[in-house]
């Protein structure tokens, strides 16, 4: 069974650091496709990072610079930085796994989210 469980949210002012880690139990995440997003109430939820089997990156334009997505494979879990964080960073964060032949920005695999909430 495969399980993500989000945790390291919370409050923060704005300018502020927060990283948010992803646990992942029941596969190994080096063999998945991994991802961050956010939500808001009323919003649909937008792809924040993503990181490839191979290790390449890529970031929504809103966020480029300031965060930075990563996974420590011994330790099994995924991390999303955020610096210079902004209120309207203020989201609740999902990370997603995804285990097709390739990465196709799709996800099958989702946790329970994590709020972050940025105050001006």
């Known amino acids: 069974l495969v399980r993500l469980v989000e945790s390291g949210g919370g409050s923060v002012q704005s300018g502020g650091s927060l990283r948010i880690s992803c646990s992942a139990s029941?596969?190994?995440?080096?063999?998945?496709?991994l991802g961050w997003f956010r939500q808001t109430p009323g919003e649909e939820r937008e792809g924040v990072a993503a990181?490839?089997?191979?290790?390449?990156?890529s970031y929504a334009d809103s966020v480029k610079g300031r965060f930075t997505i990563s996974q420590d494979n011994a330790k099994n879990t995924l991390y999303l930085q955020m610096n210079s964080l902004k209120p309207e960073d203020t989201a609740m964060y999902y990370c997603?796994?995804?285990?097709?032949?390739?990465?196709?920005?799709?996800?099958?695999?989702w946790g329970q989210g994590t709020q972050v909430t940025v105050s001006s």
């Open positions: 990181i490839d089997r191979d290790g390449s990156t």
């Open positions: 997603a796994a995804d285990d097709f032949d390739y990465c196709r920005g799709a996800y099958n695999y």
């Open positions: 029941g596969y190994t995440i080096s063999r998945y496709c």
